[in-house]
């Protein structure tokens, strides 16, 4: 089971669920019915699991020439011996066709229970992260799709709470999301893979701009995204005041900004390594912070 936990990036993708879990109680302003809470979780749980698989699945051939090299050592929230378990023969193509093929089923069970119309996001998604993966050795715009993907899980989440969410809302939040992204955990991801990269001839922002410029778009997208959250609260029924902003803002220094500056100044790969950990921790205190104000009289 442990091969494909890892497959799925489990971890990263237990942590990646608080973003939807914040969304939602963001623009609904209280706990949905624990039935379709319940529906939700185990929604979110299955659409990261696929969409993680997928990606290995899709990059297989990369992802061998990267384990005939020798692997860079991940992060904390990607430490284990067992990255990329497919490329290194850990499990069999068809074990990881039927473990992605699961769990991909058990969302869309999930999302029709909840709105069919998210259906169509979760195939966009997976259609997405398939041209993610291709584009590896073709074009740094790849990582905008990223993004996206990135995004797709948050703005389901909020289809299933709210079923017809007002259109600029929707853009301030995918905006928001993206710069959070590209910022914290793509450019710093490819920052971790680098030599693996280059190797096999990626095109990465780390690797066609240098680590120079890569550091300092990093900050500028994070000094972004930080900015963006203090515009989050105008998505809530709830009346957010300051000391909602003041914990989003405190959030986003200690978990984005700090580590984000310390990079771009340093250009040292533990620096990268240490804000794509402190940025995935970021949907989780967020989540934190909303059920607080949710649960306030």
Not at 91 to 98: P, R
Not at 165 to 186: I, R, S, Y
């Amino acid at each position: 089971m442990r091969r494909f936990l890892a497959l799925s990036r489990s971890l990263h993708g237990v942590l990646d669920i608080a973003m939807p879990g914040f969304v939602a109680l963001l623009w609904l302003g209280r706990f949905p019915d624990w039935q379709v809470l319940a529906i939700c979780l185990g929604t979110a749980l299955a659409g990261y699991t696929a969409i993680y698989a997928l990606n290995d699945l899709a990059g297989v051939k990369d992802d061998q020439q990267k384990v005939a090299r020798g692997l860079t050592p991940g992060y904390a929230v990607e430490a284990s011996t067992m990255r990329y378990p497919l490329a290194q023969n850990l499990i069999s193509m068809k074990g990881a066709l039927a473990w992605f093929g699961l769990w991909f089923a058990l969302a869309v069970l999930g999302i029709w229970l909840l709105n069919p119309w998210i259906l169509a996001i979760l195939i966009a998604a997976a259609l997405l992260e398939l041209a993610y993966v291709k584009l590896l050795k073709v074009t740094w715009w790849r990582t905008v799709i990223s993004g996206l993907v990135k995004s797709a899980g948050p703005v389901a989440a909020v289809f299933a709470v709210v079923p017809s969410p007002a259109p600029a809302g929707l853009a301030l939040m995918l905006g928001w999301l993206m710069l959070w992204e590209v910022g914290g955990q793509n450019i710093p991801a490819d920052w971790n893979d680098i030599e693996e990269d280059r190797a096999i001839g990626a095109r990465t922002i780390p690797l066609v701009f240098g680590l120079h410029v890569a550091g300092w778009l990093v900050a500028v997208l994070l000094v972004l995204t930080v900015a963006g959250s203090l515009l989050l609260a105008r998505l809530s029924p709830l009346t957010l005041g300051w000391p909602f902003q003041l914990a989003v803002l405190l959030a986003g220094l200690v978990l984005l900004l700090v580590p984000a500056l310390r990079l771009a100044v340093t250009c040292d790969g533990r620096a990268a390594a240490r804000l794509f950990d402190r940025s995935s921790l970021y949907p989780l205190a967020l989540l934190l912070i909303v059920t607080v104000f949710v649960l306030l009289p």
